[in-house]
């Protein structure tokens, strides 16, 4: 796409819009809704005062407690983790309705996919997402549409041109799926800002400031894939400025061995506003068959398989030390029986986030199993296991290491998260 004006307008007037009357309000996001806001008069700008109505009072999530409906955030990671199979599997629960990450989708929707980075990979993965993910749920055609070129994001031209792509993708989806457009992902955002000087604060904060008004221009959530720096400690490469204007940063992790075999993949929640971060979620990458080229190889491509039973690698080592050496036995016991017996649950009600909680009873066989008690006879090694496991519940729900709740009448627990 080239960097000239729409219409031939030029992009310095006032009204640099003004082709677009922007989205149909049927198809916004509750947070965009504004039908009892007067309208402005010429250049001034509305004030809200506490305690009138605000249609805003309420959060309103695309994916509970992790992405807001508008806004604009990033999706960093090392090369080789799967940032781009992450976000197509985030595109797949937006599309769908399926939960991401073990988090509930609030609004369903298509998606615009711009990528300037590995173009020609986009429909081989999308049918890696059909065959290894969706099944036989997914429909003849998804309601998902890219774009190969992108206008430099740091030009004046970038946010109306891609507004205006914006803008016919969202008829098309309304008019075959009947619905709006949700999501856009820019892959990457190195590629597509154009930087002369990438580490400058104000060239990132114009990015930044560009997603947020394709955001506001088209009602969708803006995600950037991005690259992190030489460590993962440094976080998103170049400026910091990205990390500090984003909404929403969900960095894609991965170890990787001197021969390039990576493990330990998960998503962590660097940064959520109005909801926790701090925390990991764990992923496998699964390798799917799609087809075979013309010598009759098999063409293979991976999806992401959310393991939100598995505990990662990170949180096992922070989580050893915040347990004392006292309940460590009934860790082992409540890990166990995560796995064998752990069901999905919302303790905080069907819009909260999930956890996977487990019996207590199951815990408590499992714990005397394990533990180690002293007694003349079978009675008094009971009892002493007895009062064991309930020092060790007391202790951890003492110290918000494990959290309680009662579904369909059976206490069950879960593990709560060092960030949690």
């Known amino acids: ?3 000239r004006s729409l219409n031939g307008s030029s992009l310095d007037e006032p009204d640099r819009f003004h ?6 309000p049927d198809v916004l996001p509750r947070s965009k809704r504004r039908d009892d806001v007067p309208a402005r008069n010429g250049s001034a700008i509305s004030i809200r005062w506490h305690g009138d109505a605000d249609p805003q009072a309420d959060r309103d999530w695309l994916v509970q407690d992790l992405i807001s409906e508008t806004g604009k955030g990033l999706m960093p990671g090392q090369w080789g983790s799967g940032k781009t199979f992450t976000a197509l599997d985030l595109s797949a629960s937006i599309m769908t309705g399926e939960p991401f990450a073990g988090r509930r989708v609030m609004r369903r929707g298509g998606v615009l996919f711009v990528a300037s980075e590995g173009a020609f990979e986009i429909p081989i993965r999308l049918r890696g997402l059909v065959h290894g993910k969706l099944g036989s749920d997914a429909t003849e055609r998804l309601p998902f549409a890219w774009i190969e070129d992108c206008p430099r994001l740091l030009s004046t031209e970038a946010v109306a041109q891609l507004a205006a792509t914006a803008k016919a993708a969202a008829e098309h989806l309304r008019e075959t799926f009947d619905l709006p457009l949700a999501m856009i992902i820019i892959d990457t955002v190195a590629a597509a800002a154009g930087f ?3 580490n400058s604060a104000a060239e990132a ?13 088209t009602g969708a959530f803006v995600l950037g894939i991005d690259h992190f720096g030489k460590t993962t400690e440094t976080g998103t490469r170049g400026s910091s400025a990205k990390e500090a204007a984003a909404d929403v940063v969900l960095a894609v992790l991965a170890n990787r061995d001197e021969g390039g075999t990576i493990s330990n993949t998960r998503m962590a929640i660097r940064k959520v506003r109005g909801a926790r971060c701090g925390y990991e979620i ?19 491509t991976c999806v992401v398989q959310w393991q939100t039973d598995r505990v990662s690698s990170a949180a096992m080592a922070a989580g050893k030390e915040r347990w004392p050496t006292s309940v460590k036995v009934f860790r082992q016991a409540l890990l166990s029986s995560l796995v064998d017996d752990g069901v999905r649950a919302w303790p905080f009600g069907d819009e909260g986030a999930e956890v996977r909680a487990v019996p207590l009873q199951a815990v408590k066989i499992g714990f005397s199993a394990i533990y180690p008690a002293d007694g003349d006879d079978e009675a008094k090694r009971t009892e002493a296991k007895r009062k064991a496991f309930k020092r060790a519940v ?27």
């Open 1 to 3: 796409m080239s960097e």
């Open 19 to 24: 082709d677009w009357p922007g989205p149909d």
């Open 196 to 198: 002369g000087d990438e």
């Open 205 to 217: 904060q114009k990015v930044m400031n560009a997603m947020e008004a394709l955001s506001r221009q």
């Open 282 to 300: 764990p992923f496998a990458l699964e390798v799917v068959t799609v087809g075979e080229n013309y010598d009759q190889e098999p063409i293979t």
């Open 394 to 420: 007391d202790t951890c729900l003492g110290r918000s290491l494990i959290g309680s709740v009662a579904l369909k009448g059976v206490d069950h627990l879960w593990m709560i998260e060092a960030a949690e």
